[in-house]
C-alpha cells in the first residue's frame, strides 16, 4: 500500500485507510447513555509498532436499547462501507447479541466483562440464525491494557470532545488495591461508558484471534468467480 503524503497524517487516524474498523459498543444501564468508539489498526509501520487509530467517539441517544441501538450501529456502519467488525458488551442483555447476529451476522464477537480474565478463550452463543463468539473478559484487565497503550503512545485520537471526554472519565477512575487485584471504580455520579468503549476497542484491536474474527469482512468483499456463460454456437 502507498501512503499518499497529502492525505495521510500519522496523528490523525482520519486520514488512515483502515481496511476493518471495529465499532466497540459499550451499553448503557438504566437512565444512561450507550457509546461506540470507532478505529482500527494503522496499515503502517511507525518505529516498529502497529499503530491504533480511533477515529470516532459517540455518545448514543439516551434510552436505545435491543433493536433500536442495533438500528443505530447499522447507520454508524454504513458511514464505513459495511466494514466494520462489531464488539458490544453483551453483559447486561444477552439477547442483545441475537438482535446484532440478525442486523450484522458473523461479524460480531461478543464481550462478558466479569471480574477476571484476558479473554483468550470463548463461548459459542447459540442465536436464532446463527452463534456469536463471546469472550469473558475483567474490566480490570481491559483498563490495564488501555492504559499500557496509552504508556507505550501506541494510540492516536481523532480531536474532539467526546475524546476529551473518554479522556477525563479515564483519569477519573478510582483505583483500589484488593487482595486478588486491583480494582478502578467509577467515582459516584461519574461515567465511564466512553472510556470502557475505548478499551474494548484496543482489546480487540490487539486480540490474537482478530483475523480470523475480520475473515467474514474480506470474504462479503471478495470479488465472485463469473461463470462461463454458454454461447448458442455450442448447441448446434
Known amino acids: 500500500m502507498i501512503i499518499d503524503p497529502n492525505t495521510f497524517n500519522a496523528d490523525d487516524p482520519r486520514t488512515w485507510p483502515l481496511k476493518i474498523r471495529i465499532i466497540a459498543n459499550d451499553v448503557a444501564r438504566s437512565n444512561d447513555r450507550s457509546t461506540a468508539v470507532i478505529g482500527g489498526i494503522c496499515p503502517f509501520t511507525f518505529g516498529g509498532s502497529r499503530l491504533l487509530g480511533v477515529q470516532q467517539f459517540l455518545e448514543l441517544p439516551l434510552g436505545l436499547y435491543g433493536s433500536e441501538l442495533a438500528n443505530t450501529l447499522m447507520k454508524i456502519d454504513q458511514t464505513y462501507n459495511h466494514n466494520c467488525l462489531i464488539v458490544p458488551d453483551l ?132 470479488p465472485r468467480p463469473k461463470r462461463n456463460q454458454a454461447r448458442w454456437g455450442a448447441f448446434t
Open 91 to 222: 453483559s447486561r442483555d444477552p439477547t442483545y447479541g441475537e438482535t446484532l447476529y440478525d442486523t450484522f451476522g458473523r461479524r460480531v464477537v461478543g464481550i462478558q466483562i466479569v471480574r477476571s480474565g484476558e479473554g483468550k478463550t470463548y463461548e459459542v452463543r447459540r442465536v436464532r440464525n446463527g452463534a456469536v463468539l463471546v469472550y469473558n473478559v475483567g474490566r480490570t484487565y481491559l483498563l490495564e491494557l488501555l492504559l499500557a497503550e496509552l504508556r507505550d503512545e501506541r494510540i492516536r485520537f481523532a480531536q474532539s470532545a467526546e475524546s476529551v471526554r473518554a479522556c477525563e472519565q479515564l483519569m477519573a477512575l478510582e483505583p483500589e488495591q484488593h487482595e486478588s487485584a486491583m480494582v478502578y471504580k467509577c467515582p459516584p455520579g461519574g461515567h465511564d461508558d466512553l472510556a470502557m468503549s475505548l478499551a474494548m476497542l484496543v482489546w480487540a484491536a490487539r486480540h490474537l484471534h482478530f483475523d480470523s474474527w475480520a475473515q467474514p469482512i474480506f470474504d462479503a468483499h471478495r
